[in-house]
T-cell receptor, first 116, second 112 residues
Framework: EAGVAQSPRYKIIEKRQSVAFWCNPI?????LYWYQQILGQGPKLLIQ????????DSQLPKDRFSAERLKGVDSTLKIQPAKLEDSAVYLC??????????????FGPGTRLTVT | DAKTTQPNSMESNEEEPVHLPCNHS???????IHWYRQLPSQGPEYVIH???SNVNNRMASLAIAEDRKSSTLILHRATLRDAAVYYC?????????????FGTGTRLTIIP
């Protein structure tokens, strides 16, 4: 079974530029998550999709971050304009369904973003 | 969100058992206890979860205190590949409360 795919793996941009990350979840997984992980911290949930609808985006800085999940499969996360404090690893995860006993989430390898 | 408390770091010798503790004194009756681990330069991976009873799987065992205010992840025979950050997380079951809230976890070092 193929895992969660993310691209690019690394990205370096200057502040005030824009950047986009792509995620392809495991086939058949209805729920998709984007996390931000700053160095030395645990991942922080940015947004959660159930199919192509947003379930939770309470921690997404909506003035500069946006995300979409067209057709309930792939997803993109965009930052525009980027700030220095956006330097982090951006992780995508997916799960079969939201409300299950385990709700085991499968994570991709992440995209390491450096903003200079 | 209910919080968990874990030691920042632990060390263990290779091929010996490892007991990783987690305190969650404010756990609610409907919260599951989840453990994830994150190997260097990788995304987190699911390890195990439980509600009230002790649980075993191919990766580890989870021992849950009778009052559910603490739990212990047990790696029966640590290998160098078990060196990772281990996260203990409480996960709700009600709609909209299923998200994983990661803390800073326990960094486990395995000594050869």
């Amino acid at each position: 079974e193929a895992g969660v795919a993310q691209s690019p793996r690394y990205k370096i941009i200057e502040k005030r530029q824009s950047v986009a990350f792509w995620c392809n979840p495991i086939s058949g997984h209805a729920t998709l998550y984007w996390y931000q992980q700053i160095l030395g911290q645990g991942p922080k949930l940015l947004i959660q999709f159930q199919n192509n609808g947003v379930v939770d985006d309470s921690q997404l800085p909506k003035d500069r971050f946006s995300a979409e999940r067209l057709k309930g499969v792939d997803s993109t996360l965009k930052i525009q304009p980027a700030k220095l404090e956006d330097s982090a690893v951006y992780l995508c995860a997916s799960s079969l369904m939201m409300s299950s006993a385990a709700g085991e989430q499968y994570f991709g390898p992440g995209t390491r973003l450096t903003v200079t | 969100d209910a919080k968990t408390t874990q030691p920042n770091s632990m060390e263990s010798n290779e091929e010996e058992p490892v007991h990783l503790p987690c305190n969650h004194s404010t756990i609610s009756g409907t919260d599951y206890i989840h453990w994830y681990r994150q190997l260097p330069s990788q995304g987190p991976e699911y390890v195990i979860h439980g509600l009230t009873s002790n649980v075993n799987n191919r990766m580890a065992s989870l021992a849950i205190a009778e009052d559910r205010k603490s739990s212990t992840l047990i790696l029966h025979r640590a290998t160098l590949r078990d060196a990772a950050v281990y996260y203990c997380i409480l996960r709700g079951r009600s709609f909209g409360n299923e998200k994983l809230t990661f803390g800073t976890g326990t960094r486990l070092t395995i000594i050869p």
